[in-house]
């Protein structure tokens, strides 16, 4: 399985997501900082579960119509930071999809996720974080893959084994994934999971956007449960 998950900059980068799509060959995309109002139904053969409409530049997913059945997605509001509060940019930062893997009967969620700025704590960040695995968990299914922007650059090895202590693997891509600012340069964008296997997060060449894109390649966990019988399945 093969997902990339992209900040575009205030939708400066979207022209290229028809490339990345066809490029990498890839089966689901997450997006972020994207304008909602102005994208497409697809995107090559992807196509767009759904996207937020709390606010303008939001969370989106597209995924693969020929490999997954999707059955649901729900957006969510996170623990506002006081940047959320001043200006609010970003009333849902968490956007989920649970699908059905045709291909292996799977039954996995995979949402994109947008953190709050680098002006909000790191501990913020966590609970947003924490938060966001128990929203997914309510959808169901038992395996999840959430990408984003996780605003994270600094103490890793710490959100690496909360994870880990809270049932989570999280991966960082090969290389740094922002560096519009010398203090900030960093991995901003990378994956959490559970039940699957991360065989690598590529960062992508830079394109318009001050994020880079990431490519992750995942295969299901020995003991990832098959897909029991969901409800009637949505388009999204």
Same mark, same amino acid.
Not at 65 to 75: G, S, V
């Given at each position: 399985?093969?997902?990339?998950?992209?900040?575009?900059?205030?939708?400066?980068?979207?022209?290229?997501?028809?490339?990345?799509?066809?490029?990498?060959?890839?089966?689901?995309?997450?997006?972020?900082?994207?304008?909602?109002?102005?994208?497409?139904?697809?995107?090559?053969?992807?196509?767009?579960?759904?996207?937020?409409?709390?606010?303008?530049?939001?969370?989106?997913?597209?995924?693969?119509?020929?490999?997954?059945?999707?059955?649901?997605?729900?957006?969510?509001?996170?623990?506002?930071?006081?940047?959320?509060?001043?200006?609010?940019?970003?009333?849902?930062?968490?956007?989920?999809?649970?699908?059905? *893997?045709?291909? &292996?009967?799977?039954? =996995?969620? +995979?949402?994109?996720?947008?953190?709050? !700025?680098?002006? %909000? #704590?790191?501990? /913020?960040?966590?609970?947003?974080?924490?938060?966001?695995?128990?929203?997914?968990?309510?959808?169901?299914?038992?395996?999840?893959?959430?990408?984003?922007?996780?605003?994270?650059?600094?103490?890793?090895?710490?959100?690496?084994?909360?994870?880990?202590?809270?049932?989570?693997?999280?991966?960082?891509?090969?290389?740094?994934?922002?560096?519009?600012?010398?203090?900030?340069?960093?991995?901003? *964008?990378?994956? &959490?999971?559970?039940? =699957?296997? +991360?065989?690598?997060?590529?960062?992508? !060449?830079?394109? %318009? #956007?001050?994020? /880079?894109?990431?490519?992750?390649?995942?295969?299901?966990?020995?003991?990832?449960?098959?897909?029991?019988?969901?409800?009637?399945?949505?388009?999204?």
């Amino acid at each position: 399985m093969r997902v990339i998950s992209y900040n575009l900059r205030k939708h400066k980068a979207s022209g290229e997501l028809v490339d990345l799509a066809r490029d990498f060959e890839i089966d689901a995309l997450c997006l972020q900082e994207c304008d909602t109002a102005d994208l497409p139904e697809t995107i090559g053969n992807l196509h767009l579960a759904d996207a937020t409409k709390g606010n303008r530049l939001g969370l989106a997913i597209y995924y693969r119509m020929d490999r997954f059945t999707a059955y649901e997605t729900k957006t969510f509001a996170l623990k506002k930071s006081l940047h959320d509060r001043v200006l609010s940019p970003a009333h849902e930062r968490l956007i989920g999809t649970r699908v059905i *893997d045709k291909e &292996t009967d799977h039954d =996995l969620v +995979i949402a994109s996720f947008h953190a709050a !700025p680098l002006t %909000a #704590s790191n501990s /913020l960040r966590r609970n947003q974080i924490h938060a966001a695995h128990a929203e997914l968990l309510s959808m169901g299914g038992g395996l999840s893959l959430m990408v984003g922007d996780f605003n994270y650059p600094f103490f890793t090895k710490y959100l690496t084994a909360q994870m880990k202590d809270a049932g989570y693997d999280l991966t960082l891509s090969d290389r740094r994934t922002y560096t519009r600012y010398k203090v900030f340069k960093g991995h901003f *964008d990378f994956a &959490t999971s559970q039940g =699957l296997e +991360i065989e690598n997060v590529e960062t992508l !060449p830079r394109g %318009a #956007s001050d994020h /880079l894109p990431i490519l992750i390649s995942a295969e299901y966990g020995q003991d990832a449960p098959a897909a029991e019988d969901p409800a009637s399945p949505t388009a999204g």
